[in-house]
């Protein structure tokens, strides 16, 4: 199956080889060929962005809600730094992404050519793994196996920079085998005696929990299954990071919210105070951990994770398992069965009881308003209207972000779509252009911030151009509501630069980029906004005006453990929390 | 001590003992495979005390990366683990923790004296087994090579005779017994 073609021609047929559908990407001097090589095909359509960053964003919200790779194509020099940000965030958040980079012709590299830079050397620490083909003899071997390298293990972004006469230069194509990488090989099934050793920590628990994270998402939906499987099996409480939402249905009984910095308190408590922690797919980020010395200190900890350099990174666990979710889920789950394990019956109950009492607290709870929307009122009822269909939420990052993984009870993995690791403002408006590509049929939702949305909006005509109908749901508190947060809370309420001074008209904006706007500003029409939102067949910027001065809670403040939370009521009482110590550290 | 912080970041961890460790580090001779690891290094905090790097394998395009580094037991763990990952990285092997290495270093080192200076330099390069490589009427370079330590007592003995510059290789190290870094795992 060896046929001569162009460097450019052998991109689009490794992508078409590879099943991919989709290219997001923007041309420029350095990838013109591959763009001929575009022209000349239908396979792979290519999805023309307004920014190289949502580009690759909108590949991110393609991977993460499908599991496939997304696929990116930008030129060199500004194309490949515009790019960055996303990439980042993709490597954080484990995104399987292959960004091709046109780069300068290879006897001008290091000249400070026009749209030269080090692709490469810039892409090293944000990329799993990064290429310059500088032989056209090696861009087969090289495309195949950036999708390998982005897939397999803990998946991740990988650059593929391909100077400008490789696009141009003849070479036999064909579809390697076997990989040159021999020092890669993920290891996915996990030793069968530590897990046979956590499976017996877990019969003998008395306050067990499960911790769950993006791994399992990744992992494919079989990893959430024999998730669901297992916990079910073993009737212990069950809390996830961000990245894990949706892994395990939030309707479930045994579910206990989103743990960590702004998670529940039943969650965090239960961190704490737990004799056994299964943790899966997840790193223990300093987002869940709080303070590292008191973290769960009574615990004995059982850790799964592909990634060995995840392990004893930040805490030291008890039985580290290195090995693919679904693979050890499914070990466990089987020896769990013919083990014919049960949990202590006894422990297990005082401890649903203890975990009720803590829930009974209410630790989510807000002040409802008549007169003006509280946003979280605002997901709440996002949900309701939202729950009984085929719906997708993208965010972008701050206080709506948190909100949103609070108040929108996700049922299945692959459906919440953010930026976790790296926390990139405006992520979400691309990421749902990416998701809505995927499921044409879908509601793609963005819970958005006025300010985070900004960041990004310029995609909204990327949206209107492949009518992609998706809806910008912005949160408007004319705030960086995390930022004023913190500067309440943390900095005397000097509110230094935070607010949203001289916003747009969303309902002109959407008008002008040929969008629809709704703006909603009263409790009593939200229902009926939120209804015209889904209807209308169009993207959707709709500007919900929220209660400006509302805190995200609870929170771990600063420096605190998991059992020193502060619920919203207390919010008052923090102020004795704080010193001048540690301002330098943000 | 845990005194509550105005930041969102978990407090710097307290000091631990620091420990030395040597790795071998075996990667795949490429493009860019340096950088990768240096900076690793960089990027994550990491130190470096030495470095050597030389392609040991031709035909499998194999190089042999040591680096002598510093941290805590739970750092060490880190840099292996993250090094590991790394995709041209074939092993890593803590020639510290297996115990039963080897660690050489060569260095030359330039001394410039007359008289009973330049007597004494050669008399005590013959006790270190050190060789004269270029010789001049008022100076001399030796090439020495063994334990850092060993390099590091010869250079201190050569101070007060005129010590003009020291080149050091870095550690290399190489496991003892039949068994080598590339063999066939498991």
């Known amino acids: 199956m060896s046929e001569e073609m162009s460097g450019a021609e052998m991109v689009i047929r490794a992508l078409a080889d590879q099943g991919v559908k989709h290219l997001f990407g923007y041309p420029g001097g350095a990838v013109l060929p591959i763009y001929d090589a575009i022209f000349a095909q239908d396979k792979v359509q290519h999805i023309l962005v307004r920014h190289e960053q949502g580009a690759v964003h909108a590949a991110e919200g393609y991977a993460r809600s499908t599991g496939k790779v997304g696929c990116v194509l930008v030129t060199s020099g500004p194309g490949a730094t515009n790019a960055v940000t996303g990439l980042t965030d993709a490597l954080m958040d484990s995104i399987p992404i292959v960004c091709i980079t046109g780069q300068v012709p290879t006897h001008l590299i290091g000249n400070d050519a026009f749209q030269e830079c080090d692709t490469v050397g810039i892409t090293r620490p944000c990329t799993k793994y990064n290429y310059l083909v500088k032989r056209i003899e090696d861009l087969p071997r090289v495309l195949h196996e950036a999708f390998h390298i982005a897939a397999s293990g803990r998946p991740g972004p990988v650059v593929v920079d391909i100077p400008k006469d490789i696009q141009f230069a003849k070479g036999i194509y064909s579809r390697p085998k076997d990989f040159a990488h021999t020092g890669y090989r993920p290891k996915v099934k996990g030793d069968l005696d530590k897990i046979k050793a956590a499976v017996e920590l877990m019969a003998h628990a008395k306050r067990p929990l499960f911790y769950t994270g993006g791994g399992v998402v990744n992992s494919g939906k079989h990893a959430s299954e024999l998730l669901r499987e297992l916990v079910k099996l073993a009737g212990f409480p069950i809390t996830s990071t961000l990245m894990g939402l949706g892994a395990f249905p939030a309707a479930d009984p045994q579910w206990m919210g989103m743990l960590g910095m702004h998670g529940t308190l039943e969650a965090n408590m239960a961190m704490h105070d737990c004799d056994v922690m299964i943790c899966i797919g997840a790193r223990f980020d300093d987002r869940i951990t709080g303070r590292v ?294 | ?68 580094t510093t941290g805590t037991p739970m750092v060490i763990e880190q840099i292996k683990n993250q090094l590991d990952r790394l995709v041209p990285v074939h092993r890593v092997v803590d020639m510290t923790l297996a115990g039963n290495s080897i660690e050489r270093e060569l260095a030359m080192v330039k001394v410039r004296g007359k008289g009973e200076h330049r007597v004494e330099a050669l008399r005590l390069a013959d006790a270190f087994r050190a060789r004269v490589i270029d010789a001049t009427t008022e100076s001399f370079v030796f090439e020495l090579t063994g334990a850092s330590s060993k390099i590091e007592q010869f250079i201190a003995l050569m101070l007060p005779l005129g010590l003009i510059e020291v080149s050091r290789t870095g550690v290399v190290a190489i496991a003892r017994g039949p068994e080598g870094m590339s063999s066939p795992q498991k």
């Not at chain 1, 007169?371 to 085929?390: G, M, N, S």
């Not at chain 1, 998701?435 to 990004?456: F, N, R, W, Y």
């Not at chain 1, 998706?470 to 960086?480: A, S």
């Not at chain 2, 860019?32 to 240096?38: K, N, P, Q, S, T």
């Open chain 1, 293 to 586: 010395d008191a973290f769960s200190p009574g615990s004995k900890k059982i850790h799964v994770d592909i990634d060995p350099s995840s392990i004893n990174k930040n805490i030291h666990v008890d039985i580290p398992i290195v090995g693919d979710c679904a693979h050890v889920l499914e070990d466990m789950v089987r020896l769990w069965r013919t083990g014919a394990k049960h949990a202590d019956k006894k422990a297990l109950g005082d401890w649903w009881k203890q975990i009720d009492k803590w829930r009974g607290r209410k630790s989510l709870a807000y002040r409802a308003s008549n007169e003006v929307i509280k946003p979280q009122y605002a997901i709440q009822r996002l949900f309701e209207l939202t729950k009984d269909r085929d719906t997708y939420i993208t965010t972008e990052v701050g206080q709506h972000q948190m909100w949103a993984a609070q108040f929108y009870r996700f049922q299945e993995p692959n459906r919440w779509m953010t930026s976790g690791g790296l926390g990139t403002m405006g992520y979400g408006l691309p990421a749902s252009v990416g998701v809505q590509l995927a499921h044409p049929k879908s509601l793609v939702i963005d819970i958005a911030g006025e300010a985070s949305v900004l960041m990004t909006m310029q995609e909204i005509s990327t949206a209107v151009q492949y009518r992609l109908p998706v809806k910008i749901f912005i949160l408007n508190n004319q705030y960086m509501g995390m930022v004023r947060q913190w500067q309440e809370l943390l900095h005397g309420g000097r509110y230094s630069e935070s607010y949203s001074e001289a916003l747009p008209d969303f309902v002109k904006l959407a008008e002008a980029y040929h969008a629809h706007g709704i703006r909603c500003e009263k409790p009593g029409d939200l229902d009926h906004a939120i209804r015209e939102m889904i209807d209308v067949d169009k993207p959707v910027l709709f500007d919900c005006v929220v209660d400006p001065k509302e805190n995200c809670f609870p929170m771990i403040p600063s420096g605190r453990a998991h059992n020193e939370m502060i619920l919203g009521d207390a919010a008052e009482t923090l102020d004795e929390a704080i010193t001048e110590q540690g301002k330098v550290m943000v």
């Open chain 2, 1 to 68: 001590m845990n005194a509550p912080t105005t930041s969102h970041y978990p407090a710097a961890p307290k000091a631990q003992k620091q420990e030395s460790h040597t790795l071998s580090v075996l990667v795949d001779n490429e493009p860019g495979v340096l950088a990768r690891v240096i900076g690793l290094f960089a990027g994550r905090g990491y130190n470096i005390e030495s470095l050597t790097v030389s392609e040991t394998e031709h035909a499998k395009h194999l190089s042999l990366i040591t680096v002598v």
